[in-house]
């Protein structure tokens, strides 16, 4: 699984969750994950979460780290095991950092109590799963009460090839625990 850090800022809106985005713009073929810093401005025709979308929410931010994944040849569901595993791998990243246990996850989500910390949706395109997790830079432009990284003194580049490497580390071993197995008789 490829990674890659995008030096230049880019605007997450949402339409980045289309198939191939990541080699379209990166070169990056296959199941690869990218992280860029931007603001996050989703309108309401662009959230693919129906729920958000129902009661009338967006997506805001003055500046994020964005991670954007993509997994082939495989379903929805374990697409979100996928996104789950990325927000803990993120959450248990923070804490470390800090160097105690300040921030959770519920659900897709990371939160530093009543403080939202991040946006999260994983979606199927005709050939893949794609994830989008995106992550406060700021606590700044947003609809809600939330907490960046810089909140707690954490640079987001550095911070997001530590959790890039991490997650490539997990899918491999994933991968490699699958194969070692031999089934029972």
Known sequence: MNWKFIEKSISYTGRQLRSHWIYKNFNLLGDAIVAF???AKVEKDDLVDLEDEKAGFF???SEMLHFI???FGMDLELGIHRQRLLATIICSEINHQ???NVVER???NIYDGKYKISVSIATLSPVSVIIHEGINVVSTGTPVKTRGLLDYGIDPRPFSEHVMRRYCKEIEEIRIARCKVRGVK
Do not use: A, M, Q
């Open 37 to 39: 810093t931007g603001r």
């Open 69 to 71: 994944v993509e997994h």
């Open 106 to 108: 519920r659900g897709d």
């Open 59 to 61: 997506i805001e931010s």
């Open 98 to 100: 800090l160097r105690k």
